[in-house]
């Protein structure tokens, strides 16, 4: 229980089946220079040969980035598969979100025993082992270090949600038309991000990122599947998550139950006789 809850913070720091390879594949196929489809988007080029479709992909781009899922509460029923080098791990995940201010998760394991209570706050996280009844207090800081991902809690939001994150609109390097897919790379101050997209509704189906500092092997391979009608917005229902860098963790997310503005609670109460770490 205390991996899966190690490996669900992990997941929701960094946001529907294709593997790895392929997208591999389609890298590699954006970085030849003979693709036909392929346009390298240097300021000469556009200068020279005026590339509208590469306006056009940054205005979709920047239109994913500037328009998100919109909520002020948000809950959601989240069966969890692990699988990492040594062991595996299934939980299901009861989340709640205010938005701006704090996630609330509950684990509880295959027997439906609550195992841990987590509480995120923008500066702060709480955990609450009801098995070993024990709660940790530590700061934001400390997601920071068990994932060594410089994020914050506005992105751990838009993960669970399933807003785009590590998409740097300024650095778009290249696109490619793909069957009916719309292939895009990005270039962040952390990541590199290859996003496909739905060419017809723009919706995000994948996204892999990659480590700009080459000296680190970190990569994060993030499928996005099953979307669902929320009303004014789509949502991805089940997402495969691997990560990769001395070891590889594979994280499926089935949403078995979601709910967008409905009043919410978030009890978290610590009895008197739990010990703090």
């Known amino acids: 229980m205390k991996q899966i809850v190690y490996t669900l913070l992990f997941l929701i720091t960094i946001a529907s089946c294709r593997p790895a ?3 591999q594949h389609i890298e590699q196929a954006i970085s030849k220079k003979d693709t036909s489809e392929r346009v390298v988007a240097t300021p000469e080029e556009k200068e020279k040969n005026h590339v509208d479709s590469f306006v056009m992909v940054k205005n979709i781009i920047s239109n994913i980035s500037q328009h998100p899922i919109d909520f002020t ?3 959601a029923k989240v069966k969890i598969d692990y699988q990492g ?3 595996s791990d299934q939980a299901t995940a009861y989340i709640r979100i205010q938005k701006d201010s704090l996630i609330w998760i509950s684990l509880t ?3 439906g025993i609550e195992g841990m209570r987590v509480m995120i706050k923008k500066d702060s996280v709480r955990l609450l082992n009801k098995l070993q009844k024990t709660v940790q207090f530590r700061s934001i800081a400390y997601l920071q270090e068990l994932t060594e991902i410089p994020f914050d809690f506005y992105n751990i939001q838009d993960v669970i949600v399933g807003n785009p994150v590590f998409v740097d609109t300024s650095h778009i390097v290249s696109y490619q038309t793909n ?3 719309l292939l895009v790379l990005t270039i962040g101050n952390i990541f590199k991000n290859l996003l496909t997209l739905d060419d017809k509704n723009y919706k995000i189906l ?3 990122l990659d480590d700009v500092d080459s000296t680190r092997n970190r990569t994060a391979d993030i499928t996005y599947g099953d979307y669902e009608n929320a009303g004014s917005f789509d949502f991805s229902t089940k997402r495969k998550i691997t990560v990769a860098e001395k070891s590889k963790l594979d994280i499926n997310l089935d949403f078995k139950s979601y709910n967008f503005n409905k009043p919410q609670d978030y009890p978290f109460n610590i009895p008197k006789n739990y010990k703090s770490r």
């Open 21 to 23: 390879k392929k997208v």
């Open 73 to 75: 509460t948000f809950s």
């Open 109 to 111: 394991g295959a027997l």
């Open 179 to 181: 069957g009916n897919d």
């Open 85 to 87: 080098k040594e062991n």
């Open 206 to 208: 994948h996204s892999k």
